[in-house]
């Protein structure tokens, strides 16, 4: 058994990493646009509460350059979307995942009519994508919520913004639905709990004394709310959709074969698939529920919120993979960063640059594991490593490390396919160079395509293509066959 005939290979951006132009054609300011750089952040930091503050939002306000906020101008893939779309069919893509900017739909989440200009844009998009047979994934909400309602209700600590995010969604369906028919609602939603500013817009001094658990289970719920209308009114505008949901798969193992360990990695695990168990089967966990309880945490929940989410539930699970993590009860234990969360160094695993630990079996693990809980289509939508590429005198990038990252990666999920996991799709993150979403830096390059901009923002946005690129392009020819 291989991958599927009609498998989706292809990448995967988000608006506020690559698009730019953050105050162009009437777009409002994001919670990105506020995202600072971070050259020296320690690896403690990649975990927490970001420690975000209303100071620090109001100064990011003041500042209207992008100097301290590369968010801001991105890859300038707002003005070359189309040359960016070629390079992406040149190497074969068969899928793009890409995210709306909710701020150039509706500037402050408020308004009562659309942005036309941002709807134009969008639909210049789809239609390059339509020219170069390439199918979109759709991401509504990718770590780009409006500034405002998180400004003037805590984000989504407030059930208003429910409402104000469905609106949304019915107007993207609307303008869109006849270009798209994959979508999905909240990227890795389950992050609230790691950086809630980014994810939801919730700013820690707006938050009762000791209250800041709750503001994040709350704003959760009104997610998951949302997420369930939102799907509702794909499947009613937009004939045949596909409605996903989003999860960062953060493999967890036992550092040892102490219980202690094995018990903190079986809650770790347990805490990152209720996100998805919620959205897939329509209903709280009773675990989950006895959590709350036992830690204090009420949630509001209107009449009929359990019956939404049991009415439609995901149609299929998307979710991030890029490193496995180890737990241990031994506080000594050496650390070892990831996806702005921390876990126990695993001595049997290498480390990137930024020390994320490289771990291809954990991918397979990740999708047996994945597709025997929920048994629906799943879609790897973000894979890759951050990596230092250095550019030769003849222009040539050699990546050989990045290649041999998805070489093993690819094979590893064509072993879960062999055993039958329903996967049909994988997008790499990110086929393009893009400002990265914990510290900000462009030095910290994924792409198969290379951009000519240092962490300052200094160069010419130049396009080159690495090895990588050539050897991506064989891999979706051959169906994931040729790896080599």
């Not at 927490?48 to 906020?69: C, P, R």
């Not at 998180?150 to 006849?178: M, P, Q, T």
């Not at 798209?180 to 609602?185: N, V």
């Not at 039958?420 to 160079?433: E, H, K, N």
Request: charged content about 25%.
């Amino acid at each position: 058994m291989s991958f599927r005939e009609d498998f989706l290979w292809g990448g995967a951006i988000s608006a506020n990493q690559v698009e730019g132009a953050f105050d162009a054609d009437g777009k409002g300011m994001s919670v990105a646009d506020v995202a600072s750089y971070k050259p020296n952040l320690s690896v403690e930091d990649y975990a927490g509460h970001n420690k975000v503050t209303l100071k620090m939002i109001e100064e990011a306000k003041e500042d209207q350059t992008t100097e301290f906020y590369p968010k801001r101008r991105g890859i300038d893939f707002y003005h070359h979307y189309k040359e960016d779309i070629a390079l992406f069919a040149e190497m074969g893509f068969k899928a793009l995942r890409i995210s709306i900017a909710w701020t150039r739909i509706f500037p402050t989440g408020e308004e009562s009519e659309p942005n036309q200009e941002g709807i134009k844009y969008y639909k210049s998009i789809f239609k390059e994508l339509k020219k170069h047979n390439i199918e979109p994934i759709v991401t509504l909400s990718h770590y780009e919520m409006p500034l405002h309602l998180s400004l003037k209700y805590n984000g989504w600590v407030e059930r208003k913004l429910v409402d104000y995010f469905v609106k949304f969604a019915k107007v993207c369906f609307e303008s869109f639905g006849e270009y798209a028919k994959y979508w999905l609602t909240f990227n890795e939603i389950d992050s609230v709990g790691r950086h809630p500013f980014t994810t939801a817009g919730i700013i820690p001094d707006k938050c009762p004394e000791g209250k800041i658990d709750e503001a994040i289970y709350q704003a959760l719920h009104h997610q998951y709310v949302a997420a369930a209308l939102a799907t509702k009114e794909c499947r009613k505008i937009i004939k045949d959709s596909k409605m996903g949901c989003m999860l960062t798969k953060l493999t967890t193992y036992p550092n040892t074969c102490n219980p202690e360990d094995v018990l903190l990695s079986l809650n770790s695990n347990l805490g990152n698939h209720v996100h998805a168990d919620i959205q897939i089967f329509g209903e709280y966990p009773r675990l989950y529920k006895t959590f709350l309880k036992n830690n204090g945490i009420k949630i509001k929940m209107e009449e009929n919120d359990e019956e939404i989410l049991k009415e439609n539930t995901a149609d299929y699970l998307s979710f991030s993979y890029y490193m496995s993590r180890t737990e241990s009860a031994d506080t000594t234990k050496e650390k070892a960063s990831g996806n702005t969360i921390m876990g126990v160094k695993n001595p049997y695993l290498p480390s990137t640059e930024w020390g994320w630990q490289i771990d291809p079996v954990g991918l397979r693990i990740s999708l047996i594991e994945l597709y025997d809980r929920y048994r629906i289509p799943l879609i790897i939508v973000e894979n890759g490593m951050g990596a230092k590429d250095v550019i030769e005198a003849d222009g040539t990038i050699h990546d050989s490390y990045r290649i041999d990252y998805f070489r093993e990666h690819i094979r590893e999920m064509k072993k879960a396919v062999e055993m039958g996991v329903d996967l049909i799709g994988y997008t790499s993150w990110a086929p393009i160079d893009c400002i990265s979403v914990s510290t900000s830096q462009m030095s910290k390059r994924y792409g198969f395509i290379y951009v000519d901009q240092d962490d300052e923002g200094n160069g010419t946005m130049k396009r080159l293509k690495k090895d990588s690129f050539i050897w991506y392009k064989n891999v979706i020819k051959t169906n994931g066959e040729i790896l080599e």
